[in-house]
């Protein structure tokens, strides 16, 4: 058997959405909907991790609203709670700052002794994160708040399927809607 999976968590539209307030932190944040089936199924093939380009607070408030509600403490048991300090950013023609998850972070020797890249998965509504870890990536719509959203729990159908591939990186994963079995 392979070693088991890593799923790198994108946080704003991919697992929530929300709106930065400076007195109801949390009660701007809405949950996806099948969030608590998607991380329970999942964990059954796939440790956990985080990586969001939100800062450390609306991270731990979302992570706090996702014990509070759905039970599952991820704050606890993910691999790590990257944020947007571990991003690296770049400046666009206009002068705006985009952030990326540069891949070669995933090369520390700790998470290389228990993850190998090629048994990293990373879910993200901004492939351009991952501009330099494509192989990484399986792309997810964004979400803003639509209740009858069910990309989550295709999406765990996919994950589950590819799971046991030796190599997640040379998996074709743009088009993954199309290889979901209904
Ligand atoms: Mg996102």
Redesign the pocket.
């Known amino acids: 058997m392979p070693p088991r999976p890593l799923l790198i968590l994108?946080?704003?539209?991919?697992l929530w959405h929300g709106a930065p307030d400076p007195t109801h932190t949390t009660a701007h944040i809405t949950l996806r909907p099948h969030l608590r089936d998607f991380l329970h199924d999942t964990h059954a093939a796939y440790d956990h991790a985080i990586w969001t380009a939100a800062s450390p607070d609306w991270m731990h408030a979302g992570l706090q609203l996702i014990h509070t509600q759905i039970g599952l403490d991820l704050a606890r048991t993910a691999a790590f709670l990257w944020h947007r300090d571990r991003c690296s950013w770049h400046r666009d023609e206009h002068g705006d700052l985009h952030p990326r998850k540069p891949a070669r972070k995933l090369r520390a020797t700790w998470i290389r002794s228990r993850s190998p890249r090629e048994r990293i998965l990373a879910i993200?509504?901004?492939p351009q994160n991952w501009a330099s870890g494509y192989g990484h990536l399986v792309r997810v719509t964004p979400w803003t708040g639509d209740p009858t959203d069910d990309e989550l729990p295709r999406l765990a159908r996919y994950l589950l399927s590819i799971a046991d591939t030796p190599d997640l990186r040379r998996v074709e994963k743009r088009g993954w809607r199309g290889r979901v079995l209904e």
């Open positions: 994108d946080l704003d539209e991919t993200d509504d901004r």
